[in-house]
């Protein structure tokens, strides 16, 4: 076999290995609002000194120029497109038990409120292959009792609750369609929210 | 940055998004990894969009070679990890179960080689890029380019047990 036969067969075998994966639809999206949370403030920010400048000063036009304001200094509702990524940043120290130091930037998602982490096994998905599952490690800060969690399918009103009678642990979550999974979370009377998102 | 810069960048990804996941997998020979991958790149690429957009694609293979080496670093440096999400599963390519047996000895016999050998098969052969592209990825020289591309084919079809040379000339 020559060079070209040789080529030509890992052309056949890489081109049947690839056909039938594509890249998430929501990447782009995902990483621009990723690279550029602050950014997006900032250019909102712009806009309101534009208009500022160009608006009359008159009792509706200041009006509108504080309500501006006012969008520019408060965070995007919801979190906006980076409400479900994974952070590599380190671990937080009560949730490195387990973890060797070389671990500690384990991609995971921290609660709003600081009180617990989600850290998925395994890229989530919908449909996993038959030996695989959702598996997702939660860790608590304090408190331990069953978690409940009622999670929301962002942009709807579908709603889904799991419940893990263990509490705070390894568990297995499945979602029944893919995207980002708002999630509030309640455990030994403690509360926080977080998002993961499911992939096809 | 700009909604501009933003509608530039979405249509750079939709456009070059496929290609960029199948070559993080050439590299990496597992899809979770490669999508983690490429989303790692992506995010770096957008943090540069202004001064890399009129090179992104080939500024994005660089970036990956990088990425998938430092993945490979800090995977060397865990000699012991009590638990590692990520590596439980990555124990090797997924399998498509339509696959022939020639596609799978074929992708195997890639994984068989030294990473830069790898990586200059995956881009040079199977990514189209030029030799000079190649070496620019890689942050080689042209020259070693070709020499790797060599040995890696030769390496390929010589080895005692090697699959490519059991595979038919002829279907």
């Known amino acids: 076999m020559n060079d070209e036969q040789t080529i030509t067969a890992l052309r056949q075998a890489t081109e049947h290995a690839t056909r039938d994966h594509h890249l998430d639809p929501g990447a782009a999206a995902t990483a621009w609002d990723t690279a550029w949370p602050a950014a997006h403030r900032r250019s909102r920010g712009r806009l309101v000194a534009a208009v500022a400048a160009s608006v009359a000063v008159t009792a509706g036009g200041a009006a509108a120029v504080a309500t501006w304001a006012h969008h520019r200094d408060s965070p995007p509702a919801g979190g906006g497109g980076s409400a479900c990524s994974l952070t590599s940043d380190p671990l937080p120290t009560w949730a490195r038990t387990g973890f060797s130091p070389g671990a500690y930037r384990t991609p995971h998602v921290m609660g709003k409120d600081g009180r617990i982490v989600a850290i998925p096994f395994i890229r989530l998905r919908v449909h996993q292959p038959p030996d695989a599952g959702n598996k997702v490690l939660w860790v608590s800060k304090a408190g331990y009792g069953p978690l409940r969690i009622e999670a929301t399918l962002e942009g709807t009103s579908r709603t889904v609750v799991r419940t893990l009678p263990d509490g705070p642990g390894p568990s297995y979550v499945d979602m029944p369609a893919p995207g980002c999974w708002r999630m509030d979370l309640s455990w030994a009377g403690r509360h926080d929210s977080l998002g993961l998102r499911y992939y096809p | ?171």
């Open chain 2, 1 to 171: 940055m700009s909604e501009t810069d933003r509608a530039a960048f979405e249509r750079f990804v939709a456009e070059h998004g496929d290609r960029l996941l199948h070559a993080a997998y050439g590299l990496c020979g597992d899809w979770q990894h490669a999508e983690d991958l490429v989303q790692r790149v992506l995010v770096t690429i957008a943090r540069r969009w202004p001064t890399v957009q009129t090179n992104a694609v080939g500024y994005a293979y660089r970036c990956l070679v990088r990425a998938n080496i430092d993945r490979w670093r800090v995977l060397r440096r865990r000699p012991e990890v009590l638990l590692d999400p990520h590596e439980l599963l990555a124990h090797g390519p997924s399998v498509d179960p339509a696959a022939t047996e020639d596609h799978l000895v074929v992708l195997a016999a890639l994984r068989t080689l030294p990473r830069r050998q790898r990586a200059i098969v995956v881009l040079r052969y199977l990514h189209d890029l030029s030799e000079a592209d190649t070496a620019a990825a890689l942050g080689i020289t042209v020259g070693a380019v070709k020499s790797g591309a060599a040995r890696a084919l030769a390496r390929l079809r010589s080895a005692p047990s090697s699959p490519l040379a059991e595979v038919p000339r002829e279907r």
